[in-house]
């Protein structure tokens, strides 16, 4: 069939913990990520890789896609990503993959997602061949749904196609990869897979002119070029040559089946105008005659509270893999301790204020971020035990980092142990 030569690899993409997280395994035990147990990979590319997990608390089988920190912060994409994810934790539609929460380690962030336990839409056609009319119809309603409330929250696909379309147990669809599109392609694509043997059959003409779109008209667009692939078997666009291929989408040159219905024909040729602006719209597909056809309303699950918290503690800021605070244990007297801080950072430039065990450390310099500022704490943990609490209270966290790095060293002699016991680095985020 020809759908499965363009078979792009799978593009479900997973991510693990709100603060740090530290993926666990022996060869004798499965890796665990916070309350997670991971299993087998789901879906695997150069940059992210979903797995399948248990929910060790509530026994819910979950997807976790896996990604490398590194790379999104060297892409600079840590606010667009932020924001998407923000926003898709709050989309909670029966059609759109549901994300649970997001966690990080040192390395990665770990996107943790509903679990669709019956696989790809595409397989499904793979397998058994087209779907029937109003098989096809059924799974047109729930993408257009889906899609539908994604826009009326600002979030676009910009990438729809059979992969990103999964089924639950209950055969109820679940559109994946909603909102990633913050992503750099590379990441959220399978990569090499994709860049090497996947074509543009789904990205509607203004996408590939690159003139600049409307990210609603163009997921409508692929949205009819979905439905002309669930009826047909195959793709309405499909050229092994990517020119004459392109050139085919500009002109939207395509040739219907014998056995599609003269009103599903109707449909789908304006879905697939070329022109966005002509192209029929969301709310005229909703109020279309063959679309309507059957139709079952969304059922939406009661409302339950979600939290950003998580989001933030990931993202909040582009080096977020500092903590802005750290402690050290020193068995000096107090005032010594005090004494010995003041001394270590008047030279590094810093003003310091002192009142009893507390210190304001603060730096005569404008860093990224203003002014790198700093509280500080003695406690008395024993008698001849002291905790050092160190906490940025304005500036940097990358130059905190480097602060508490230089004042460390200053105090080495009065040291006992830092959080990692190694005197050097505060503890990772
Ligand atoms: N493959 C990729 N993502 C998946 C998910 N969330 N559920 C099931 N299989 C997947």
């Given at each position: 069939?020809?759908?499965?030569?363009?078979?792009?690899?799978?593009t479900?993409?997973?991510?693990?913990?709100?603060?740090?997280?530290?993926?666990?395994?022996?060869?004798?035990?499965?890796?665990?990520?916070?309350?997670y147990?991971l299993?087998?990979?789901?879906?695997?590319?150069?940059?992210?890789?979903?797995?399948?997990?248990?929910?060790?608390?509530?026994g819910?089988?979950?997807?976790?896609?896996?990604?490398?920190?590194?790379?999104?912060?060297?892409?600079?994409?840590?606010?667009?990503?932020?924001?998407?994810?923000?926003?898709?934790?709050?989309?909670?539609?029966?059609?759109?993959l549901?994300?649970?929460?997001?966690?990080?380690?040192?390395?990665?962030?770990?996107?943790?997602?509903?679990?669709?336990?019956?696989?790809?839409?595409?397989?499904?056609?793979?397998?058994?061949?087209?779907?029937?009319?109003?098989?096809a119809?059924?799974?047109?309603?729930q993408?257009?749904?889906?899609?539908?409330?994604?826009?009326?929250?600002?979030?676009?696909?910009?990438?729809?196609?059979p992969?990103?379309l999964?089924?639950?147990?209950?055969g109820?669809?679940?559109?994946?990869d909603?909102?990633?599109?913050?992503?750099?392609?590379?990441?959220?694509?399978?990569?090499?897979?994709?860049?090497?043997?996947?074509?543009?059959?789904?990205?509607?003409?203004?996408?590939?002119?690159?003139?600049?779109?409307?990210?609603?008209?163009?997921?409508?667009?692929?949205?009819?070029?979905?439905?002309?692939v669930?009826?047909?078997?195959?793709?309405?666009?499909?050229?092994?040559?990517?020119?004459?291929?392109y050139?085919?989408?500009?002109?939207?040159?395509?040739?219907?089946?014998?056995?599609?219905?003269?009103?599903?024909?109707?449909?789908?040729k304006?879905?697939?105008?070329p022109?966005?602006?002509?192209?029929?719209?969301?709310?005229?597909?909703?109020k279309?005659?063959?679309?309507?056809?059957?139709?079952?309303?969304?059922?939406?699950?009661?409302?339950?509270?979600?939290?950003?918290?998580?989001?933030?503690?990931?993202?909040n800021?582009?080096?977020?893999h500092?903590?802005?605070?750290?402690?050290?244990?020193?068995?000096?007297?107090?005032?010594?301790?005090?004494?010995?801080?003041?001394?270590?950072a008047?030279?590094?430039g810093?003003?310091?204020?002192?009142?009893?065990?507390?210190?304001?450390?603060?730096?005569d310099?404008?860093?990224?971020k203003?002014?790198?500022?700093?509280?500080?704490?003695?406690?008395?943990?024993?008698?001849?035990?002291?905790?050092?609490?160190?906490?940025?209270t304005?500036?940097?966290t990358?130059?905190?980092?480097?602060?508490y790095?230089?004042?460390n060293?200053?105090?080495?002699?009065i040291?006992?142990?830092?959080?990692?016991s190694?005197?050097?680095?505060?503890?990772?985020?």
């Amino acid at each position: 069939m020809q759908t499965q030569a363009r078979r792009m690899s799978s593009t479900a993409i997973t991510f693990p913990s709100s603060s740090s997280i530290a993926a666990v395994g022996t060869p004798a035990t499965r890796t665990r990520v916070g309350k997670y147990e991971l299993g087998n990979t789901l879906g695997e590319g150069s940059f992210a890789k979903v797995k399948y997990a248990t929910n060790l608390d509530s026994g819910e089988s979950v997807a976790i896609k896996i990604i490398d920190r590194d790379r999104i912060l060297r892409h600079k994409m840590v606010e667009g990503i932020k924001r998407e994810i923000s926003t898709m934790k709050l989309i909670k539609h029966p059609n759109v993959l549901r994300i649970f929460e997001v966690l990080a380690s040192k390395t990665k962030i770990y996107i943790v997602l509903e679990y669709a336990n019956g696989g790809e839409l595409f397989d499904k056609i793979a397998r058994h061949g087209r779907l029937k009319e109003d098989e096809a119809r059924g799974y047109f309603q729930q993408l257009i749904n889906a899609v539908d409330y994604c826009h009326s929250r600002g979030v676009y696909h910009r990438d729809l196609k059979p992969e990103n379309l999964l089924l639950d147990s209950f055969g109820i669809l679940k559109v994946s990869d909603f909102g990633l599109s913050a992503l750099p392609k590379q990441v959220r694509e399978d990569g090499l897979l994709h860049t090497a043997c996947g074509t543009p059959n789904y990205v509607a003409p203004e996408v590939l002119a690159d003139k600049g779109y409307n990210g609603t008209s163009a997921d409508v667009w692929s949205c009819g070029v979905i439905l002309f692939v669930l009826m047909a078997g195959y793709l309405p666009f499909d050229e092994p040559n990517l020119t004459v291929l392109y050139r085919r989408i500009q002109k939207a040159s395509f040739a219907f089946p014998s056995w599609f219905s003269s009103s599903s024909k109707k449909l789908i040729k304006r879905i697939l105008d070329p022109n966005p602006v002509t192209r029929i719209t969301i709310p005229e597909i909703l109020k279309n005659d063959w679309f309507k056809k059957g139709y079952k309303p969304p059922h939406f699950q009661p409302d339950e509270d979600v939290t950003l918290d998580d989001v933030d503690a990931v993202f909040n800021d582009s080096e977020n893999h500092v903590k802005r605070e750290t402690c050290f244990t020193s068995k000096s007297p107090a005032n010594e301790i005090v004494s010995k801080i003041e001394e270590t950072a008047k030279p590094m430039g810093f003003n310091v204020q002192k009142r009893n065990y507390k210190i304001k450390l603060q730096g005569d310099q404008t860093g990224r971020k203003g002014r790198l500022s700093v509280a500080t704490e003695v406690f008395e943990v024993a008698p001849s035990l002291h905790m050092v609490q160190l906490r940025k209270t304005g500036g940097d966290t990358l130059e905190f980092h480097k602060f508490y790095k230089n004042l460390n060293s200053g105090l080495k002699d009065i040291v006992w142990t830092t959080e990692q016991s190694n005197n050097e680095e505060p503890k990772v985020a």
